[in-house]
């Protein structure tokens, strides 16, 4: 296909192979890892206009443009190009599929050396700094020693959020969307329900389904129409859906079905055949673990002490998974800790997946925040 | 055990056996059926006193008092008894098990009289109109010509907003609680949800697990968390369980569990010892397929145009499945049909759970109307 005029058109995937044992959180090292990873613009020759992208939950390193093979973009192109808020005509963007990713990065799909068997289950529990410490390393193959800018919603914003207080000098700004500075216990409630739904798929076999020959595909798909639900909103639902029938007469009983329904099964169904269950798991624990002043007594502000850069955040009024409140706390500890930091509470219907829409309001502010950070990070230092 | 004093005491199941075909809204008919249900207090003379309890999604006949076998009460003690807002002193109370029930009314697990087999997957669709006239056969029974008040929550509001509309002439006063005038897409997609979440169990069977002997209680047991996490609030699973652990160190991954994840698991479990998947399938159903203003246009002001009841309309303002505006969509439609109606916005953190606990407002808002409702409706007549 031909990629749209405004889309950084043709993109390639490339790979960072690390060689050398990553000690992460949990005890245990990898003897060295791969991550996949695509660039969008091109780094200047003082390297100070870079900009990491970090993904959510479910997401990987194909944030912008096209494939050959494929018609859709990646899934923040309607952010990521040339003249789009994350300007490529401006930035050299790189955006990476996580450690513990199911699309091509080392996880639990790859061969463990030790084993010569694909890790499943056995792949070591990620948190979100050791995710921000392998994203380090890949900055210095990059030859990128700070970031103009590192961005990212939901998890990607927690990733954002850890990058400013684990390497302070590293990043110019913190552009932390539709996140929070830990999940609440009804967060980890859907996360836990979702975990449980892939474990009692009878494909499942304690993680070790690729062994079988199997895919917990059911247990994955209902993972995914839980998290989908409530990453919608009401509202937004309403509006979509309504109570429109695909067929049947509810008066009547009997088989009737709504199209709310047919959407969310098709949904579970698609996602189940193009992510792993196991990096499921881990990503969702990665959430739940995230919680970074709990080395600090629990005090956000003397957390967020040491960071350096300049903070955006960002919220949405109908997400009510990682609520407008909860950027509050992360914007009123920043406040406090005396950073540099604006806010946006950006009006939407969409729910928690609003921030991967492009909302006018929404795309206008990331927009003119980093042409701002542009001209004070990469411009005056020319 | 012996019951408190201000408790019913103890109680014992009657059985109502309904021995001619019933015609259900699916077009389908019963051969006749057995409702099970329980009575608390006396039926005055005049037969102007009784009210009738509807039960939600995973109720009963058994709302208060005590078994001899049993030293927990019944799931409504806190507002039945003597002395207490539906007071036993006053009022013949009248609580049953509904049709599809699994607690001994006709159901799912009953024999089908045409197969000599429990009815299974194929037991009829029942829809909320079909409750409400096999409760009006109940009350002939009893000799009740009409009710004093018919009162539910959630699903057991809609059932009294039913009795308003197909019975005016039998209901002095419907008390809807935690209810709404139809589900959004929303509450239908987290029924959908659950139902997936049963039928993705390998123990299923299309619903025939008995014949297996067998049973789906993993996915039962999801269903539940699912409707459990729904019907609490963020907040008040914050005050509950905040981020307290059962185990392990998040910052260290490996095996860390949350406080609020045991809890959900046990509550699924314990459910799913508890209650019949076939019968979650239908009460779901019943609850999805509730839109008493289809059949006039969607026209909720003209749906209820016929009912003569006073009204006394109850929501919570934590209650995100069943909001208060929900709640505020039947107040207006009855103010605009130009009907007696009263509402009451209860504060309370526990969400639409907040239905079934004894806070103090919400009590004190119900012993006060059916007081009103006493005076006008039982002693005035005498």
Redesign the interface.
Known sequence: MTPPADSVGLVTTQKFVYEQPFA????RDLPGFELVYETYGTLNAEKTNAILICHALSGNHHAAGYYASDTKPGWWDSCIGPGKPIDTQKFFIVSLNNLGGCHGSTGPLSINPATQQPYGPDF????V?DWVASQALLADHLGVQKFAAVIGGSLGGMQAMQWSIDFPDRIASALVIAAAA?????N???N??AR??IA???SYFSGRYNEHDKSPS??L??AR??GH?TY???DG??E????ELKSGD?????D?E?Q??SY??HQ?QAFSQRFDANTYMLMT?AL????PA??HNDDLVATLAAAEAKFLVISFTSD?RF?VARSKEIVNALVAARKNVASAIIKSDHGHDSFLLPIPRYVNVLKTYLNRIYRDTCEVKK
């Open positions: 992460l959180c949990c005890g070591p529990t990620v948190v700094r830990k999940l609440s216990a009804q980890i409630a859907f836990e329900i449980q739904a009692s798929d009878a059911k247990g798909g209902l129409m839980i639900v919608l909103s009401d639902m309403r979509k859906f309504g109570r509810p008066s009547q009983g009997g009737v709504f709310v329904e969310l099964r579970g624990k739940d673990f995230f919680d709990r080395e009510w609520s």
